[in-house]
């Protein structure tokens, strides 16, 4: 299949090792290395979400209850709160976790913490089935985001989409914002027209350690009628160009070829 070879050509080029899950209508066409246990990066951030819907779905949790954003809870890195230059918020969880998946807040990640428990959060994504995507705490409220694999975060979008994840208005929810026009754009949306971007919900990751780079990302291409069409999860680590987190890096692009060839696909 075209996208295969493509999967192929594109990992061969950007180099480091890959970790992925594709699948278009349904069936997988790109199964690389895809129950390796690595670091989700703020790939994670979906999972983190899944947890805190869940909650709200069962009761335990109102998407109008607010938190409150002091000095103690910013983080910096990506986002947009570490930007302001005095806190004292009152944030609603729907905002909170729409600026944790928009933008991938790394303050909304503490917000959570202090929504629902690290553990309480491993303990509903275990009931879920997951067994190896976890958040890892740090301290009662306090978590790094831990680890997954590329066929557990492809099923959990797969699942999401057709509606066995969570209820028919957190889907819509969570749907809604990683489709959002002022999101990620870098990588598999980055050479789509606003039309097309807008049938990709996505999620990037991306960091270092002491192999390399690592850039992540997983998501959704609809159909132009709106219906899934192709489910991706793409995570690569040991990569080179550590400094790079744009479109210029080798994996970035690379996500972007496969991004039009999934469009086409669908």
């Known amino acids: 299949m075209r996208l295969r070879r493509a999967y192929e050509r594109q990992r061969a080029l950007a180099g480091g090792d890959w970790h992925a899950?594709?699948?278009?209508?349904?069936?997988?066409?790109?199964?690389?290395d895809d129950e390796r246990v690595i670091k989700g990066y703020s790939v994670q951030k979906l999972a983190v979400a899944v947890a805190l819907l869940d909650k709200s779905d069962r009761g335990g949790l109102d998407l109008a209850d607010r938190v409150r954003l002091g000095p103690g809870d910013v983080l910096g890195?990506?986002?947009?709160?570490?930007?302001?230059?005095v806190w004292g918020d009152e944030l609603t969880v729907a905002g909170?976790?729409?600026?944790?998946?928009?933008?991938?807040?790394?303050?909304?990640?503490?917000?959570?913490?202090?929504?629902?428990?690290?553990?309480?959060?491993?303990?509903?994504?275990?009931?879920?089935?997951?067994?190896?995507?976890?958040?890892?705490?740090v301290g009662p409220s306090r978590f790094f985001l831990g680890d997954t694999t590329a066929r557990e975060t492809h099923d959990l979008l797969a699942r999401l989409v057709t509606g066995a994840l969570l209820a028919p208005a957190s889907t819509s929810f969570l749907l809604g914002v990683l489709r959002g026009a002022a999101g990620?754009?870098?990588?598999?949306?980055?050479?789509?027209?606003?039309a097309e971007r807008a049938r990709v919900a996505t999620k990037h990751g991306a960091d270092r350690d002491d192999r390399g780079a690592a850039r992540h990302e997983a998501g959704i291409v609809f159909t132009p009628g709106g219906h899934p069409g192709a489910v991706y999860a793409l995570f690569?680590?040991?990569?080179?160009?550590?400094?790079?987190?744009?479109?210029?890096?080798?994996?970035?692009?690379?996500?972007?070829?496969?991004?039009?060839?999934?469009?086409?696909?669908?």
């Open 184 to 194: 990620y754009h870098d990588g598999v949306r980055h050479n789509m027209s606003s």
């Open 21 to 32: 899950r594709v699948s278009v209508g349904g069936s997988v066409v790109v199964e690389d």
């Open 77 to 85: 890195g990506s986002g947009l709160y570490h930007l302001q230059p």
């Open 236 to 266: 690569a680590d040991g990569l080179s160009d550590e400094d790079d987190y744009g479109p210029t890096h080798p994996a970035a692009a690379a996500h972007a070829r496969l991004g039009q060839i999934m469009l086409e696909c669908c």
């Open 96 to 137: 909170v976790l729409t600026a944790l998946l928009l933008v991938s807040d790394n303050t909304a990640v503490r917000l959570c913490g202090r929504l629902v428990p690290p553990a309480e959060i491993n303990e509903i994504l275990a009931a879920k089935g997951f067994v190896h995507t976890r958040v890892e705490p």
